[in-house]
């Protein structure tokens, strides 16, 4: 007579489905990880790229900053040459006109170069900067010089001082070159020049005086 172990059978095969069953779950796990690696890879990755992009839009924002410093600076400055340009028309009537020469100022300006003032002079000012006379004046003439003072009711604003910023020194030398073929100036000399920072960017600072000669006599 064959006996059957009906009860072992059942054994083996709930311990088979249950092995199944964890298989199962096993696998659902291990995937899930793995995708759950997968996208903590792509995000880190896409947070390291945005990082990045970040750093370089700061970087241009930083440089754009010291760009419009520069600008509204040279605004600033521009506004204030142009309330001391309205000064110029107190030129005497039987000289250039003041737009003329406001305007050949500004038509020779190289590139890397701007003005910040334009500011009418006298002798007098200039001796009170203690610019050496023979810069601007014949000192064997000094003589006949304070003989005609004496005899005007006012000094006459015989020189332009012209002021302003350029990148290089060359753009100085050029600047006063071109001046010096205005017809109606007799001398230009350079005052000052110096070193400068501006909006963060090295710049040159100047002043150019240019001489007209002539005095406005009293009616």
Request: glycine letters at 4%; charged letters at 30%; proline letters at 3%.
């Amino acid at each position: 007579m064959i006996r059957i172990n009906l009860h072992d059978y059942r054994y083996e095969l709930r311990r088979i489905v249950i092995q199944k069953g964890v298989v199962k779950c096993s696998a659902v796990i291990i995937t899930a990880i793995f995708l759950i690696i997968v996208s903590w890879l792509v995000e880190k990755d896409r947070l390291t790229s945005i990082k990045s992009e970040t750093n370089k839009v700061k970087s241009q924002v930083a440089a754009l900053q010291s760009q419009v410093k520069m600008i509204n600076t040279m605004e600033i400055k521009q506004r204030r040459m142009e309330t001391t340009i309205r000064e110029i028309d107190s030129l005497r009537e039987d000289q250039i006109p003041a737009g003329t020469i406001v305007s050949d100022l500004n038509m020779l300006i190289p590139e890397g170069l701007w003005l910040v003032s334009i500011i009418q002079k006298d002798t007098n000012d200039l001796r009170l900067k203690n610019i050496p006379v023979i810069m601007f004046d014949d000192p064997t003439n000094k003589n006949n010089k304070e003989e005609e003072r004496k005899k005007d009711v006012r000094q006459v604003k015989e020189f332009i001082e012209v002021s302003g910023y350029a990148l290089t020194e060359k753009e100085v030398v050029k600047y006063m070159q071109k001046l010096q073929q205005v017809s109606y100036y007799e001398t230009i000399f350079l005052y000052k020049t110096a070193r400068s920072i501006l909006g963060g960017q090295p710049v040159y600072k100047f002043i150019i005086y240019c001489y007209m000669p002539g005095e406005k006599k009293a009616a």
